[in-house]
Every structure is written in structure tokens, then in C-alpha cells.
């Protein structure tokens, strides 16, 4: 499903035999604590259970596995929208022709090759912290109106997000869904997809309430590499 509203879902990102794992690993952890938003803990906005894999050893590997099914993605993503990559930032690449530097435009980097197309984004993005979040049948769900853009005590780190992604776990409940504010949209959770959306205003959105089984989702954001050493 593709869309010009810049929201786009690519199905089948994750196998279903990937996301039942994670299922699986999420149960047996036992470190899953409250969902916690920029304004703290408040069920009222966000009702979840969550588990963040960075920085834990014991996820490592599930990090990594879901940095790269999102870098995939990504890249599909940039190759549609390439002023996600060129309207923040002036680049130049080398014409194998005449050796020479030429600006690059959004027609040339469409149509890199993956390699060369791979080495720009994670040079100009790097990813974002990844949690695991349950939300309970009938009761959980993250109901505020809110993005993912906005500043907070992280040494500026939450004003590089540029992109968020989700990847949806699992389904067989109703409702459930991502809705988007401007865009009057709702995308229902199907087992394997990934949504990748800006994270600014524009894309305002909520997690409806799921009823009937509870929903799991692996989510995080697509921050812009830092220009300044901290």
C-alpha cells in the first residue's frame, strides 16, 4: 500500500514466524514495564507494557533484526520521497564518467544501486531506540493525539527525529489501529507490516484501543546523524 500522504506500509516485512518469536521472547522476558511518554506515566494518554531492547545485551539480536528489516524499508521509502534525504542536506556524488563531483538530484538517487543508495541513508540516518509494546485487550492503547517531534532533556535528541516506524506483531483483534489526524486515515495492524511516517505535527496519530486480543507492535524513530560532536 503506497500512498502521496508520505505514510507509507510495506507488508510482509517480518516474517510471521519472526513476529511470533518476538511474541514469544516478550512474554518469557519479564522486564516489561509501564509505557512512559515525553510527560511521563499517564495511562489516560498511553496504557501499555513496554520492553526496550537498545541497550539491553540480552535483545541485542532482536534490535538488529528489526534496525535491518527497517533499513529495507527505508530505503524503499527514500527512493519515493528522495527530499527526505535531499531537502535537508546538499550532496554531492561522483560521476564515474568524468570523475567529477555532481549535485545530487532526486532522479539520480531513485535510481542508485542498492549498495551505493545504502551507504547515503545511514550516513545522512541513524536508528532510533527500539521498544516492544503490548497493548492489552480491551483496555490498553495510546488515545492521545500526539507526534514524535518536539524538544526534551535528551541533549536535542528527540528534535533529529525525522521519520517514526512500526512494525505490527500480530492482529486477529478489531480496532487497534494507527490513526492519523490530518490525513483522516486508520491503518489496521496486520501481522508482518511496517509503517513509516514523518515525525513532525503534520503527521499527528494515535493507537486505537484494541478489542477483543491484545496488540504488540516493535517501534522507534529514524533520527538525522548528529552534526556536532557532544
Same mark, same amino acid.
Given at each position: 500500500?503506497?500512498?502521496?500522504?508520505?505514510?507509507?506500509?510495506?507488508?510482509?516485512?517480518?516474517?510471521?514466524?519472526?513476529?511470533?518469536?518476538?511474541?514469544? +521472547?516478550?512474554?518469557?522476558?519479564?522486564?516489561?514495564?509501564? @509505557?512512559?511518554?515525553? @510527560?511521563?506515566?499517564?495511562?489516560? /494518554?498511553?496504557?501499555?507494557?513496554?520492553?526496550?531492547?537498545?541497550?539491553?545485551? +540480552?535483545?541485542?539480536?532482536?534490535?538488529?533484526?528489526?534496525?535491518?528489516?527497517?533499513?529495507?524499508?527505508?530505503?524503499?521509502?527514500?527512493?519515493?520521497?528522495?527530499?527526505?534525504?535531499? @531537502?535537508?542536506?546538499?550532496?554531492?556524488?561522483?560521476?564515474?564518467?568524468? @570523475?567529477?563531483?555532481?549535485?545530487?538530484?532526486?532522479?539520480?538517487?531513485?535510481?542508485?544501486?542498492?549498495?551505493?543508495?545504502?551507504?547515503?541513508?545511514?550516513?545522512?540516518?541513524?536508528?532510533?531506540?527500539?521498544?516492544?509494546?503490548?497493548?492489552?485487550?480491551?483496555?490498553?492503547?495510546?488515545?492521545?493525539?500526539?507526534?514524535?517531534?518536539?524538544?526534551?532533556?535528551?541533549?536535542?535528541?528527540?528534535? /533529529?527525529?525525522?521519520?517514526?516506524?512500526?512494525?505490527?506483531?500480530?492482529?486477529?483483534?478489531?480496532?487497534?489501529?494507527?490513526?492519523?489526524?490530518?490525513?483522516?486515515?486508520?491503518?489496521?495492524?496486520?501481522?508482518?507490516?511496517?509503517?513509516?511516517?514523518?515525525?513532525?505535527?503534520? /503527521?499527528? /496519530?494515535?493507537?486505537?484501543?484494541?478489542?477483543?486480543?491484545?496488540?504488540?507492535?516493535?517501534?522507534?524513530?529514524?533520527?538525522?546523524?548528529?552534526?556536532?560532536?557532544?
Amino acid at each position: 500500500m503506497s500512498s502521496d500522504d508520505f505514510i507509507e506500509v510495506y507488508e510482509d516485512a517480518l516474517s510471521r514466524d519472526a513476529c511470533a518469536a518476538l511474541l514469544q +521472547r516478550f512474554e518469557a522476558d519479564g522486564g516489561a514495564t509501564r @509505557g512512559v511518554t515525553a @510527560g511521563g506515566l499517564d495511562v489516560t /494518554h498511553k496504557n501499555s507494557w513496554d520492553i526496550q531492547l537498545t541497550g539491553h545485551p +540480552r535483545w541485542a539480536d532482536a534490535e538488529q533484526m528489526l534496525n535491518g528489516v527497517m533499513l529495507g524499508c527505508l530505503m524503499r521509502y527514500v527512493r519515493k520521497y528522495a527530499f527526505a534525504i535531499l @531537502g535537508p542536506h546538499w550532496l554531492n556524488l561522483v560521476d564515474p564518467a568524468t @570523475g567529477q563531483k555532481k549535485s545530487l538530484d532526486a532522479e539520480t538517487l531513485s535510481a542508485l544501486p542498492d549498495d551505493t543508495l545504502r551507504a547515503i541513508v545511514t550516513k545522512v540516518f541513524r536508528p532510533g531506540v527500539v521498544n516492544l509494546q503490548k497493548y492489552l485487550a480491551d483496555e490498553g492503547g495510546y488515545p492521545r493525539w500526539h507526534c514524535e517531534l518536539g524538544p526534551k532533556a535528551d541533549r536535542g535528541e528527540s528534535l /533529529h527525529r525525522s521519520l517514526l516506524w512500526t512494525a505490527y506483531l500480530n492482529e486477529g483483534f478489531a480496532e487497534g489501529e494507527t490513526e492519523f489526524y490530518y490525513q483522516r486515515r486508520k491503518f489496521a495492524p496486520r501481522t508482518g507490516t511496517l509503517l513509516i511516517a514523518p515525525a513532525a505535527f503534520t /503527521h499527528t /496519530h494515535r493507537g486505537n484501543m484494541p478489542k477483543g486480543g491484545d496488540k504488540y507492535i516493535a517501534t522507534s524513530w529514524i533520527l538525522f546523524q548528529r552534526a556536532e560532536p557532544l
